[in-house]
């Protein structure tokens, strides 16, 4: 089973900036479409962003657009998120996630095989 580990997160004002990174224990990473989702109390689990195996392509929810970038280290097998400008409203756990088959990247939680436990990111007012 792959393992996938955040970290990252933590408390920062409006307007702040955070790097969170996901670890993932396989060899296999550097075939692996990730996906990087969030989910806050009440809420369902939302789409942040996601990244091609290779790195060459990513795409990302209109919510985070211009303030976010997705970026992968395969070498390292991690995967980043990169957050600027962060709002309350991005206050949530942030998880990781891997798609082991080869696909076109995936905008929900449908076809994602593994997850981690999240990072917590908190952004005051």
């Known amino acids: 089973q792959v393992q996938l580990v955040e970290s990252g997160g933590g408390l920062v004002q409006a307007g702040g900036s955070l790097r969170l990174s996901c670890v993932a224990s396989t060899r296999s990473f550097s075939v692996y479409n990730m996906g990087w989702f969030r989910q806050a109390p009440g809420k369902e689990r939302e789409f942040v962003a996601a990244?091609?195996?290779?790195?060459?392509?990513?795409t990302y929810a209109d919510s985070v657009k211009g303030r976010c970038t997705i970026s992968r280290d395969n070498v390292k097998n991690t995967v980043y998120l990169q957050m600027n400008s962060l709002k309350p409203e991005d206050t949530a756990n942030y998880l990781c996630a891997a798609d082991v088959r080869f696909s076109t990247l995936r905008t929900t939680t449908q076809g994602y095989d593994y997850w981690g436990q999240g990072t917590q990111v908190t952004v005051s007012s």
């Open positions: 990244i091609r195996w290779n790195g060459d392509s990513t």
